[in-house]
């Protein structure tokens, strides 16, 4: 009954929170000129026009369900992982520069799971530095994180000007993925993939229990972490241990 509770009390925030940030955005839009009522119609019929449209919100939804949950993880012991959108970029750099190096030369499978370990390994060591220097010289680890997608979005940058841009060197973008390097279309007639059942899936995961990370240490350096501390649990390692692990949450990011 009071896991009940709690899941409703849950469900109801979530929805006046998306009621009152939709009244919020539209009370703007007069200030701009432009009729809100008029923009809530183009905005529920441009978006349920067809199956395609539909399917992009399952699209641009995966990478916002996995980054969300990079955060959600870390902040079980108190911490604010604010870079996760920069962990995400290290990711999709990883994954698409392996992608491309192999995606001629083995089969698309192969291609696909080292491309995903290559991006596990990625994110999980932007994440690692983070916590390491939260833990070493306590950091405040919402400015580092935060922060660190800055320098990681100039990084990429650079990459897109030099080593990863597109074999004619006129855009800013790398080369075409070859088809067999994508996740498989789970909706005919949409760009929905795998990826979102991958996404939908770490969720379930992460609210299940698992030993040391979700288990007591985790929540108990959150809530105190000089007395975690006392009754054994060493913090510094749940620190870096905890924004290390957070990546696998963002792992399938980049297949979405």
Known sequence: MKQQKKVAELLLWTVLAIILGLVISFAFLPLLGVNPVESLKIMLSETFADKFSMGNILVKTTPLILTSLAFAFTYKANLYNIGAQGQFYVGCICAVAVTLQLQTKVPG???????????????????????????KFNANEFLVSMMSTYVITYVMQLLLRT?????????????????????????????????????????????????????ISYPCYGIQSGCSGNVGYQSENTVHAGFLYQWRSCRSCRFH
């Open 109 to 135: 499978p192969v291609v696909l799971i080292t491309a995903c370990l290559a991006s596990m390994i990625g994110g999980g060591l932007t994440g690692f530095i983070i916590g390491f220097l939260k833990a």
């Open 163 to 215: 080593v990863l841009q597109e074999s004619k060197h006129e855009y800013l973008k790398t080369d075409y993925i070859d088809n067999s390097a994508w996740l498989p279309k789970i909706i005919n007639g949409t760009s929905v993939s795998l990826g979102i059942v991958i996404a939908v899936a770490a969720a379930i995961d992460l609210v299940h229990p698992v030993p040391y990370f979700h288990g």
